[in-house]
């Protein structure tokens, strides 16, 4: 416990871990207001309207928070030339360069809805979605081979005592694997490849926002890029 306030006020100065309980909230409000827009009772009219509000306030200040988050991602892509899983390699890769192009967009986003600039913004809105499916779907290629490497590990270890290559902690590659299983689920209805209604997008989104936000604040849980 003597460590509690230090870990907290370190997770609270870093970008990520404001922006991951800023999500936790958002996603929150958007599955409350839609589980009590549903009951369509006129007693939850105003807390529906309040949630509404508040779910479009907190997205609009997380698109601030990441300004110029998306140069930081596309430097980071170069970081996965380094690894040498050519399968982790590619996608760590593809899946950072879509991210970029995806907050990229999310900054042109967010320009419009403070009406600093005049566009349409329906087909931008539409392009980072597709670049943000592009980076989940990255990110699942990934865990499906991370898992094929565990299962090989298993099957070598029990046909052999020779040592293996690197293999993924099981732990970390579940919560992985599980963030980006939830997550996906947005951008598919935001494209309309799928009709999610609004209270499995804020479980789904929210959940995936507690992985993030035990990912950063433990660094085993985080997957390793090897």
Partial sequence: MSNFPKKAIAFGNTVSGRDKLCRL???SFRGLSDLLDRL???EYAVLVKKFKRLDAGISTAR??????KSLE???AAKDAFYIENLVIQTCVALSR???ACFLFLDHIIWLRRVKAIKIDITPV???SNQFWLLSLVMNLIRNAHDWYRIQQYHTQKQATAKPTDFVP???PTILDTAKNAFDILIPLNGLQYAKVP???QGATGALSSIIGILTIWNNHLKLQNK
């Fill in 125 to 127: 809105s539409r392009l």
């Fill in 169 to 171: 902690e099981t732990l």
């Fill in 198 to 200: 609004g209270v499995v």
């Fill in 40 to 42: 369509d009772s006129s």
């Fill in 25 to 27: 909230l958002q996603y």
């Fill in 73 to 75: 991602m596309l430097y």
């Fill in 63 to 68: 698109k601030l928070m990441r300004i110029g």
């Fill in 97 to 99: 360069i879509s991210s």
